[in-house]
């Protein structure tokens, strides 16, 4: 027996809008990991503290101040114009139940610390479960992060949020063996990172010198 499953309502919505992206921009990904040893340090010493802060929380710190040094990357198209925007307004992809995906935005997410971004997350994610995102929410935002870092996916290929010209994928945390100050072998925590741009509005090499800033702002966290 076929189970049939109508591509309608919020289901039907998110694949035009897929479909769409695909459509009306020339998307290319960037892949790329970050040592997680800084970032994992900076979360125990905060627990430590008494102050509870998820890896989640710290990675968004670090997409924040990589895009106020890249600004280029932060904005949306429209139509032939790329509107760059001076705040990040970052939208955060949560997963609902029914195999349904929601995108809202952080507004000025640059103003806030770890903490509050931290719980401008949290109060994202328990309105999208009782339907209660506002319309501007969940098509203001300047740029997305996807995070599938609780499943076995290392890297993959995002699609941007229409209209934006960023999406940062995160996939899950592998142990990697590199070469340590003493010149000895040992293992390092990397998160595997990719970055799907509209090639339209940035170019590779600008695309390239965000996920390093984003990869150097992991291996150099303090918050």
């Keep these: 027996m076929t189970k049939v499953v109508p591509l309608k309502g919020v289901r039907g919505m998110i694949a035009d809008a897929m479909v769409k992206s695909l459509a009306t921009g020339a998307q290319l990904t960037h892949h790329g990991s ?14 430590a503290a008494g102050t509870k802060i998820s890896v989640e929380d710290l990675l ?7 895009l106020k040094k890249n600004p280029d990357a932060n904005g949306r198209v429209e139509g032939r114009e790329v509107h760059l925007s001076d705040a ?11 195999n349904l995906l929601v995108a809202p935005a952080m507004f000025g997410a640059d103003a806030m610390d770890v903490t509050e971004l931290r719980a ?14 506002t319309v501007t929410e969940m098509t203001g935002g300047t740029f997305t992060v996807s995070n599938l ?19 940062l994928g995160i996939g899950r945390f592998t142990d990697r063996a590199v070469r340590g100050e003493d010149g000895g072998i040992e293992l ?8 799907t741009f509209d ?13 390093t800033s984003i990869c150097e702002e992991i291996e150099g966290m303090a918050v």
């Design 149 to 167: 870092g609780l499943t076995r996916v290392e890297h993959f290929t995002p699609i941007i949020n229409a209209g934006q010209i960023c999406i």
């Design 199 to 211: 090639h339209r509005a940035l170019d590779g090499a600008p695309a390239g010198d965000l996920l």
């Design 34 to 47: 970050a040592d997680a040893t800084a970032l994992m340090a900076e979360k125990t010493r905060l627990g």
């Design 60 to 66: 968004m710190l670090a997409v924040v101040r990589a």
């Design 88 to 98: 990040v307004d970052l939208s955060v992809a949560i997963a609902l139940p029914g």
């Design 120 to 133: 401008a997350r949290q109060d994202l994610a328990t309105r999208a479960k009782i339907n209660k995102l």
């Design 188 to 195: 390092r925590p990397h998160v595997g990172l990719s970055l």
